[in-house]
Each structure stands twice: as structure tokens, then as C-alpha cells.
């Protein structure tokens, strides 16, 4: 979900709390959104291909496994926004960068998140997330008909095999980089 979509959606509901969760797990009550970062790449995958975007991160600090802190909620959407349009007076945000979210889930490593769907409930805002995952761009590039395409310096437009990638499917080289 890009930037503007996201921050549509929040605006679309100012008074619910907003509640994320990934896999069934969600951040306790009491979190605070800590940092909004605007985040621009630029890449290089091993098929030796250039790749520019853009991300916009928000920062959730979540109360460690614990749970929630005493007297504080979930953070209803027009608090969040607030932030949100104080950062964008000194650092806009590109609307169709990717929208993701950077947090903890009960004590873990600190990960970065896709917003992948905002649904409305009765009395709070389902943020869905989905955890991020490594790929090999050249392989998906490639289709998962043609095994060993991992890794490696590109020639002629085509990657080398990649035996040298700890690729071992042969039947699908998307396998061996997800």
C-alpha cells in the first residue's frame, strides 16, 4: 500500500485506534509511533540490475512482552496523523512511495513491515501487516520455469547460474530466494 492510501485510510476513521497486527500477533496497547523516516534505495540486484524507490517507514515503539501499559490505549488514528502532518511540514512524504511499518512483536527483533490491508471495525482500525521477506529480483525476472538464477553478474541480459547462491531447486528458482 503506498503512502497516500495509507494516510487516507486513517484519515477516513480520526477516531478509531488504530490496532496492528501481523499473523494473529498484535502490538499492545500503549505503543507510540517514535520516528517517520522518508527512505529513498538505490540498488543493485545480482543480475546486475539498477533499482530506485522510495519507502515511507513509521516507527511503532511496542511495550515489551509485558503487554499494554496501564491507562493507555491504542493509539486512535487522529493522534498518529498528527505526527504524521507535524514530520511532513519539514520533511514531505512521497504519496506513492511504499507505506511500511518498523516494529516488535512481544519482545522480538525490531522488523519492517507491508501495510497490506486497513480494515474497519466497530471500534478500532485493523492495520494489517505482512512481514518483510528477502527475493531475488533476478529469478522472479526469469519465471519460475528456468532453475538456477539466483545469483550472479549478468552477460548479454541473461544471469549466470547460480550455483554459487545456495540455490539447490532446481524446479523453481524462486524457491531457493524467498
Not at 490496532?19 to 517514535?34: C, K, M, N, Q, S
Not at 520455469?145 to 553478474?153: L, S, T
Request: a neutral charge.
Amino acid at each position: 500500500m503506498n503512502t497516500a492510501s495509507f494516510l487516507a485510510s486513517l484519515r477516513a476513521h480520526p477516531g478509531l485506534p488504530l490496532v496492528f497486527r501481523a499473523g494473529g500477533r498484535i502490538i499492545p496497547a500503549g505503543y507510540h509511533l517514535t520516528e517517520v523516516k522518508r527512505v529513498t534505495f538505490q540498488t543493485m540486484d545480482c543480475g546486475a540490475l539498477r533499482h530506485d524507490w522510495s519507502e515511507s517507514q513509521f516507527e511503532l515503539w511496542a511495550p515489551g512482552p509485558a503487554g499494554a501499559l496501564p491507562g493507555r490505549g491504542h493509539m486512535p488514528a487522529d493522534k498518529f496523523l498528527r505526527i504524521v502532518d507535524r514530520v511532513e511540514r519539514e520533511l514531505p512524504l512521497d504519496g506513492d512511495a511504499l507505506a511500511r511499518i518498523h516494529t516488535s512483536f512481544d519482545g522480538q527483533p525490531a522488523s519492517l513491515y507491508d501495510v497490506t490491508a486497513i480494515t474497519p471495525g466497530a471500534d478500532r482500525l485493523w492495520i494489517e501487516l505482512a512481514p518483510d521477506r528477502t527475493r531475488c529480483k533476478a529469478a522472479e525476472r526469469r519465471g519460475a520455469d528456468v532453475a538456477g538464477a539466483c545469483c550472479g553478474a549478468g552477460t548479454s541480459g541473461e544471469e549466470k547460474s547460480g550455483a554459487a547462491c545456495g540455490c539447490t531447486d532446481r524446479k523453481s528458482p524462486a524457491a531457493c530466494c524467498a
